[in-house]
């Protein structure tokens, strides 16, 4: 009898092509995937005179840099032009295909990806961006690597890696209305700590993930990292399936069913087993927001800011003790690989339609796809009236480097992942929160529960 | 890169946990190439503090940083490792780290040494009492702040590759037959893994 595997050893055994005395395997990588931030990568190579072994395994997307408006001008800095343009020379010269400012195609990487049909169940997928565990929501193995490590994987199509323990988080009742998968993410982030997945590999099981549209999948493996695990996966399903069928990189005919026959062994055996577990109760998570500066530093919006005076407390300028329903915002993003994809602009719309924002904000769909398709539904005409402001696609203020910051001082609701001092701009003040939650704070110029304004309301 | 196994320096004390790579090294900096060097960019947007422990005449030339838990969590920014090795530092002693920080450390001859939280924080009392010459052992996995030692271990694997100074680059040549293998098999068993336009 052979022990019983976790989706881990499955996908680890069939990318593993040598596994050194000293317990550090080489994997293959099916997709590797290229941003503007590697250009150290490309120096690297460049220096050292080597070629990409894979330009077809190969993708490159102008997402961090890009300017969300004015697109023609190339960015609004020389520096951010120059990066851009630093990502179009690399591509050029390595032969590898580039979706830039002016491709339909263009997006933030880990919403493309998927979009594309290149991120598949079973595949490996590295990107040098900690939240491509993104992709593990297909049943990917994928991680995020730094920029020694992509220039290894532009150079050998392989990256070096020891295969970590595996955490199983499940997840179990059913989410309340209002309430979805960022919540769900927040919430066992904060319960269990910014870094209690550290050194492990989390897979998402249950059935409320079960459940989960690949979206909602989507959202949740990306915010892996916020509670230190470098991999997040869900056991692919039909709902998998589904979603890559027919896309464009997607295999078809003969080569589909061969796929889908290997992708139905891909999950965790009965038996197998975990080296941590821990089991949460969807019916108890209320909407969750932020109130520090690191992740795990979230609650539930209709509690109170906890703890005592703290340099977070102090950076936010709350009190502990004040309720977090009320605290005034000064502005709203929706936008980032975390919460940018259809049906997050689609909750947002349910929030917004027919009511106007009290502050500024803008709405930077995930891909210019995504984009296509809310204009298609009319969203973009829920938010414009709400007074928001409807740009292209890319990262922007998730990390601010197209220069879409918020200002110092300011407190911004936003369905971004990271609330670190000065993550969205020097001093900026970051609400994590979901979509719906955004666009609520957007109505009353405050930190609000969604909850009641989604009465009456078709909520997707 | 060239390795190193033991090492001589000053320590300085940053007792704060969760300090991430975006307060490590704010993405504004990212964008210049690494021969403009990284060193100035470090904690940039923390040290507009007056009075910022880093910036005390004692932490002149310090090569240790003591720090707090999950030192280095957030982003894979590599630059986060460029910024403290540009402005001299070899190693960076917490209770714990960020995983993809620990990573790209140890691929820029950076340790990353963990210890318990109250032996890190005897450190940072020691360091703020006025101890800072500090020795390294890579080899031996031991650490002495003035007259106190400790023990730590690092990842076998990470050890070797601080010591050698390696590169996984050249390593992976070796097995360049391997892997010309490996992908050819795959490409008949994972057919489907390959990406296709149109109909097969
Ligand atoms: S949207 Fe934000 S988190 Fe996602 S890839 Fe872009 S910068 Fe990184």
């Known amino acids: 009898m052979t022990a019983p595997l976790t989706l881990l050893d499955k996908l680890w055994s069939s990318h593993e092509i040598t596994r050194r005395d000293d317990g550090v395997s080489l994997l293959w990588v099916d997709r590797h995937l290229v941003h503007e931030g590697s250009h150290h990568a490309f120096a690297k190579l460049a220096d050292r005179g080597l070629r990409v072994a894979e330009p077809s395994l190969t993708l490159a997307v102008t997402d961090h840099y890009a300017p969300v408006r004015n697109r023609e001008t190339g960015g609004s800095t020389k520096q951010i032009r120059e990066m851009v343009d630093r990502l179009r020379r690399n591509a050029a010269a390595h032969d590898i295909t580039l979706l830039g400012l002016d491709d339909p195609r263009q997006g933030i990487v880990h919403v493309v990806g998927p979009e594309l049909g290149l991120t598949l169940p079973g595949l490996s997928i590295n990107c040098g961006d900690s939240h491509t565990s993104t992709h593990g929501a297909f049943g990917a193995l994928a991680f995020g690597i730094g920029a020694t490590e992509v220039a290894h994987v532009l150079a050998t199509q392989t990256i070096w890696q020891k295969k970590p323990p595996v955490m199983r988080l499940r997840f179990t009742g059913r989410l309340g209305p209002g309430v979805g998968a960022k919540d769900l993410a927040l919430n066992w982030i904060a319960r269990l700590g910014a870094d209690s997945a550290r050194g492990h590999a989390l897979e998402y099981a249950g059935p409320v993930v079960e459940a989960f549209s690949m979206e909602a999948r989507m959202t949740l493996c990306n915010l892996s990292i916020e509670g230190g695990a470098r991999f997040g996966m869900i056991a692919p399903d039909t709902a998998t399936s589904t979603y890559v069928e027919g896309r464009t990189f997607a295999p078809k005919g003969q080569a589909l069913e061969r796929a889908k026959a290997a992708w139905g062994e891909l999950n965790s055996d009965t038996d197998a087993e975990f080296s941590r577990e821990a089991s949460f109760d969807a019916a108890e998570i209320a909407p969750i927001v932020t109130w520090g500066t690191r992740p795990d530093q979230a609650a539930p919006v209709t509690s109170s800011v906890p703890g005592h005076a703290s340099d977070a407390l102090e950076y936010m300028d709350l009190r502990a003790g004040q309720p977090l329903d009320g605290i005034p915002v000064d502005q709203v993003f929706i936008g980032s690989c975390t919460n940018a994809r259809i049906e997050d602009l689609r909750a947002a719309a349910a929030v917004l339609s027919g009511r106007r924002s009290r502050v500024p904000g803008m709405i930077a769909p995930g891909s210019m796809a995504v984009k296509r398709q809310a204009e298609e539904e009319g969203l973009d005409q829920i938010f414009i009236s709400a007074g928001l402001e409807w740009v292209s696609a890319g990262c922007s203020m998730c990390v601010g480097m197209n220069g879409d910051q918020v200002g110092p001082g300011k407190r911004c609701a936003s369905t971004t992942n990271r609330n670190f001092r000065g993550r969205q701009g020097p001093g900026a003040r970051t609400h994590l929160m979901s979509p719906a939650m955004v666009a609520a704070a957007a109505v009353t110029g405050t930190i609000t529960d969604v909850r009641p304004m989604l009465a009456g309301r078709e909520v997707a | ?200």
């Open chain 2, 1 to 200: 890169m060239t390795g190193w196994t033991v090492h001589s320096g000053r320590a300085v004390s940053l007792p704060l946990d969760g300090v991430d790579t975006d307060q490590i090294i704010p993405a504004r900096f990212m964008s210049q190439p690494r021969s403009a060097g990284y060193g100035e960019f470090l904690l940039h947007d923390m040290r507009q503090d007056p009075g910022f422990p880093l910036d005390a005449p004692a932490a002149q030339g310090a090569s240790v940083l003591v720090s707090g838990r999950n030192f280095g969590s957030g982003s894979s920014r590599e630059a986060a490792v460029y910024a403290l090795v540009d402005a001299g530092f070899c190693a960076v002693i917490a209770p714990s780290f960020g995983d993809i920080f620990s990573a790209n450390a140890v691929n820029n001859g950076l340790a990353p040494i963990q210890l318990s939280k109250a032996e890190v924080d005897l450190l940072h009392s020691q360091i703020s009492a006025g101890t800072s010459s500090v020795d390294l052992d890579l080899e031996a996995g031991s650490l002495s702040l003035g007259r106190t030692s400790f023990e730590f271990s690092l990842d076998p694997v990470w050890t070797q590759k601080l010591i050698e100074g390696w590169d996984d680059i050249d390593l992976t040549h070796a097995w360049t037959a391997t892997i010309a293998e490996f992908r050819k098999a795959d490409r008949t068993a994972r057919d489907w893994a390959w990406p296709k336009c149109g109909p097969d």
